[in-house]
């Protein structure tokens, strides 16, 4: 046979795999001039012609049918063209075992069955049927014996629709050489099944929906196409006998399947009763088991209960329903009120708060339970006070601890304070940004907790305002009674003050509230509601340095009982370095009160506190100037001087000491003046430096009205020295003078200087002496003004003499000259004039004799008085520079 055109060629298809009797679209070239044109068509190797139906010469639509390859060519057979070729191919996949039950949109082959269990086909009922390999995985027999296996899944299956199935046992068995990706393969596929089933009717409906179409137009087919013959009322006609046959298959279809489907139907009617009998069950049961669960603490089950009973039943109009949810909500409030109890129940913790808060907002509780809870905390914290206050005046009486009771109730009060204030201030920022809330009640209450808090705050700042007043007060009350009123005193004091507060304990008390301080500031607590605490801070700073300078003062007082009398070198004892030292160590217990710390003002700024420091510090001062006073005053037996003794590391110190050494009161007088004269070189100028390094205020006041009143008590004690040690001396001069009824005019001519000069040199020499002993610098300043008195009465018994003879006149100056050159280191310009006027009354000397003579006797008198004269020699010179 010729043939005219070019073989078919299929160039696609579409899709391009399925099971069997999918419906398929071929698309290629030369596929034919007509229907009848077409003479073959396979698929995978199946003849497919039967289903075919040509479209045009590019498109072919036929099902794919049962084939033995699973994948093959589409090849086209044509008359005008022949056999033809493919370019591409076909992929048949396995059909999935459908269940009795189960719907399909195509026909079933119900012949042959594979049944797991025996390894073998064979016809068996069709309600036994099951996968007969849900991996749809090739299977494949392990040579595991089977003894074996029972005995290591002992009371377990390897079948699948066991109640004891055992997925390892069945892997075991079935697959013990398969690989992993190929068991991850078969996870997808039973997903996929799993999903397919999930997917019930709908699934079932899409995926059948070409079917139900492809029957629908066959139908319609078959209708139009008896219409137009007019058979469909013929008695014994096609369409009779078709309807008889379709009426029969549906009559042994209902028969068939009658049983089953009953038994499907009653099942989902028993299903739906329990259904509704589960969801009324929650309601009936719900008031019980609110109360089992409270009792338990399970307050967030009974509001997760609360909140779907009330959605289910919180409309209904059932009255049994209304009853039993009326029950529910009687609990509900019982629940409101004991969770409301425990919120505003001291002490708490804040999680506990925070919990039981947010459980009243979840169970919309009316009111504001977290506003009720800070007023509660906040009357909570005030209680705590006063009761500690009142515990420490109690027990007064029974305190035995080295801590005086009131420090120790301010570090208890601190302690308190911190531990309690700290979740009170937390709970109100939780309150402001609504973390105490839920969602769903934050959301619910958002605009009205907005509204609340804005008006609430200033509640809350008068709350804090008046935790921190109470605390300072307390405090004041404890440590600064006067500095609180009157009517609030039996609040606020009480206290049975035994004995002042030391500034060492007071120091201690500063530091404690300033640590306090700090601790409420890092909880961002705004500076204005803690300012109190700055005053009171200042006001203890104050009150402790007045306290420390008061102190010191009396200690100051007490450096009496400490002289010990023993002089150094320099003529000082150690009662000028322990004044100073008690200043030093009392200014430097007060260094961490002077100290500003960050938003401290210093104790200075107020005038007046100025003025009461340096009043204090002036009467520390004068306190040890007449402490020195009443030393120099003091009778020689109120003094112990068994334990007193001199410095005899200095080679200066003679003639003084032995045994039963002892102290005159002119010593003790010399010796205070040494310790005045260091004190206004050394001491009072340290001092000022102390004081100055401190800050202190006034120090130019303070340092020239001590120095005022040291020199006072100097001038004083150095006059009765002077007065005790001169007035002997020059009361000697003039009974020594006119000793053996001498008389100037008429008198022996001079042989040398009389014995009551000597006398007098001997006793200057003696006060000489008794300076030097105790202070080498005191010499020039008391000899000055001994030499000062004697020569000043010379000079005036001179000047009382009418009238002198020769050798009066000569002996009168022998003897003035005498004593003006022995003590001529000590002159002064007083003493000086004095010589120059007792001088100027004697006649003048008449002849080189007389002067020649004068001379000789004047070299006499230095040399007979040489050993004694050593002390007003040039060697002594040296303490005229100070």
């Known amino acids: 046979m010729s043939r005219s055109r070019q073989p078919p060629l299929v160039?696609?298809?579409?899709?391009?795999?399925?099971?069997?009797?999918?419906?398929?679209?071929?698309?290629?070239?030369?596929?034919?001039?007509?229907?009848?044109?077409?003479?073959?068509?396979?698929?995978?190797?199946?003849?497919?012609?039967?289903?075919?139906?040509?479209?045009?010469?590019?498109?072919?639509v036929c099902r794919v049918g049962q084939a033995k390859n699973d994948k093959g060519d589409i090849i086209v057979t044509t008359k005008s063209g022949g056999k033809g070729t493919s370019t591409v191919s076909f992929k048949l996949l396995k059909p999935e075992k459908i269940g009795i039950?189960?719907?399909?949109?195509?026909?079933?082959?119900?012949?042959?069955?594979?049944?797991?269990?025996?390894?073998?086909?064979?016809?068996?009922?069709?309600?036994?049927?099951?996968?007969?390999?849900?991996?749809?995985?090739?299977?494949?027999?392990?040579?595991?014996?089977?003894?074996?296996?029972?005995?290591?899944?002992?009371?377990?299956?390897?079948?699948?629709?066991?109640?004891?199935?055992?997925?390892?046992w069945y892997l075991i068995e079935n697959h013990s050489t398969t690989s992993f990706e190929q068991l991850k393969t078969a996870v997808t596929t039973l997903k996929r099944q799993a999903?397919?089933?999930?997917?019930?009717?709908?699934?079932?409906?899409?995926?059948?929906?070409?079917?139900?179409?492809?029957?629908?137009?066959?139908?319609?087919?078959?209708?139009?196409?008896?219409?137009a013959d007019g058979t469909e009322k013929v008695e014994g006609s096609m369409t009779q006998k078709l309807e008889n046959v379709l009426n029969r298959a549906s009559n042994t279809a209902d028969t068939l399947f009658q049983e089953v489907l009953g038994r499907k139907d009653k099942a989902d009617s028993t299903r739906n009763a329990l259904n509704v009998l589960q969801r009324f069950k929650f309601l009936f049961n719900l008031p019980l088991n609110i109360e089992r669960n409270i009792q338990k603490g399970d307050y967030d089950v009974v509001i997760n209960d609360y909140e779907k009973a009330k959605s289910l039943f919180g409309k209904t109009e059932v009255q049994v329903f209304k009853k039993y949810y009326a029950e529910v909500e009687t609990r509900i409030e019982a629940l409101r009120e004991l969770l409301l109890d425990k919120l505003l129940e001291t002490p708490s913790t804040l999680h506990d708060q925070k919990r039981y808060i947010r459980y009243l907002s979840d169970l919309h509780a009316p009111g504001d339970p977290a506003w009720q809870c800070i007023g509660a905390q906040h009357k909570w914290i005030l209680q705590l006070m006063h009761n500690c206050k009142e515990g420490y005046v109690k027990d007064l009486k029974a305190w035995r601890?080295?801590?005086?009771?009131?420090?120790?109730?301010?570090?208890?009060?601190?302690?308190?304070?911190?531990?309690?204030?700290?979740?009170?201030?937390?709970?109100?920022?939780?309150?402001?940004?609504?973390?105490?809330?839920?969602?769903?009640?934050?959301?619910?209450?958002?605009?009205?907790?907005?509204?609340?808090?804005?008006?609430?705050?200033?509640?809350?700042?008068?709350?804090?305002?008046?935790?921190?007043?109470?605390?300072?007060?307390?405090?004041?009350?404890?440590?600064?009674?006067?500095?609180?009123?009157?009517?609030?005193?039996?609040?606020?004091?009480?206290?049975?003050?035994?004995?002042?507060?030391s500034g060492q304990w007071l120091a201690h008390v500063i530091q404690t509230i300033r640590l306090t301080y700090e601790s409420l500031t890092a909880l961002e607590i705004p500076n204005d509601m803690l300012q109190t605490i700055q005053d009171l801070i200042l006001d203890l700073r104050v009150r402790c340095v007045m306290v420390t300078l008061q102190h010191t003062a009396e200690e100051i007082k007490r450096l009496a009982e400490k002289e010990d009398w023993i002089v150094d070198n320099e003529g000082l004892t150690s009662l000028p370095c322990q004044f100073e030292q008690c200043i030093v160590h009392s200014l430097q217990s007060l260094k961490v009160v002077l100290e500003c710390k960050p938003g401290e003002a210093s104790v200075f700024q107020q005038p007046k506190t100025q003025e009461e420091v340096c009043q204090l510090s002036i009467n520390i001062m004068q306190v040890f100037i007449y402490c020195l006073e009443q030393l120099s005053t003091k009778p020689d037996a109120d003094i112990d001087t068994t334990h007193l003794s001199v410095d005899v590391s200095s080679p200066d110190l003679f003639g003084s000491i032995h045994e039963d050494f002892s102290l005159t009161s002119e010593q003790r007088l010399l010796i205070v003046l040494s310790n005045c004269r260091h004190l206004e070189r050394r001491t009072f100028l340290n001092i000022a430096e102390h004081f100055e390094k401190h800050n202190f205020q006034g120090i130019e006041k303070i340092t020239q009205v001590s120095m005022a009143s040291?020199?006072?008590?100097?001038?004083?004690?150095?006059?009765?020295?002077?007065?005790?040690?001169?007035?002997?001396?020059?009361?000697?001069?003039?009974?020594?003078?006119?000793?053996?009824?001498?008389?100037?005019?008429?008198?022996?001519?001079?042989?040398?200087?009389?014995?009551?000069?000597?006398?007098?040199?001997?006793?200057?020499?003696?006060?000489?002496?008794?300076?030097?002993?105790?202070?080498?610098?005191?010499?020039p300043r008391v000899l000055s003004k001994v030499v000062e008195a004697v020569s000043e009465e010379l000079s005036r018994l001179m000047q009382c003499v009418s009238s002198f003879s020769k050798n009066g006149a000569l002996q009168a100056r022998l003897e003035i000259c005498a004593l003006r050159d022995t003590v001529a280191i000590y002159l002064t310009p007083e003493s000086k004039s004095s010589f120059k006027q007792a001088l100027e009354a004697l006649p003048q000397l008449a002849s080189g004799a007389d002067k020649k003579l004068l001379e000789e006797l004047l070299n006499k008198f230095k040399s007979s008085m040489h050993l004694q004269l050593t002390c007003f020699q040039a060697a002594s010179s040296t303490m005229m520079k100070t």
């Open 11 to 60: 160039t696609g298809i579409s899709p391009n795999e399925g099971i069997p009797w999918t419906k398929v679209t071929i698309r290629g070239e030369n596929l034919g001039t007509g229907p009848t044109d077409l003479i073959g068509l396979t698929i995978c190797g199946h003849n497919c012609l039967l289903t075919a139906e040509w479209m045009s010469a590019s498109k072919i």
């Open 101 to 168: 039950l189960d719907q399909s949109a195509v026909w079933v082959d119900e012949m042959n069955y594979y049944d797991m269990r025996t390894d073998r086909n064979k016809g068996i009922p069709p309600l036994s049927l099951r996968p007969a390999n849900p991996l749809g995985i090739e299977i494949e027999k392990s040579k595991f014996p089977q003894k074996d296996l029972e005995m290591l899944f002992h009371g377990m299956s390897a079948d699948f629709t066991s109640e004891n199935f055992s997925a390892a």
């Open 195 to 227: 999903n397919k089933k999930s997917e019930g009717s709908l699934a079932y409906v899409k995926g059948g929906l070409s079917t139900f179409f492809e029957a629908q137009d066959a139908l319609s087919a078959i209708h139009q196409k008896l219409e």
């Open 401 to 501: 601890y080295k801590t005086p009771y009131r420090v120790a109730f301010v570090e208890k009060l601190t302690k308190l304070v911190l531990s309690q204030l700290p979740n009170f201030w937390k709970l109100w920022i939780s309150y402001v940004n609504g973390s105490l809330f839920s969602e769903t009640a934050e959301k619910s209450g958002q605009v009205e907790r907005s509204k609340n808090v804005r008006q609430r705050q200033n509640d809350f700042k008068k709350m804090i305002q008046e935790v921190m007043h109470s605390l300072v007060k307390l405090i004041r009350g404890a440590l600064l009674p006067l500095s609180i009123r009157e009517g609030e005193m039996r609040q606020y004091g009480g206290w049975e003050v035994k004995s002042e507060l």
């Open 710 to 779: 040291l020199k006072e008590l100097d001038q004083r004690l150095f006059e009765n020295y002077i007065e005790l040690k001169a007035d002997p001396i020059v009361g000697s001069l003039e009974p020594g003078i006119y000793a053996g009824y001498f008389d100037w005019k008429d008198c022996l001519p001079p042989t040398g200087v009389r014995n009551y000069l000597k006398e007098a040199l001997v006793n200057i020499i003696a006060v000489h002496a008794e300076v030097f002993t105790i202070s080498k610098e005191l010499v």
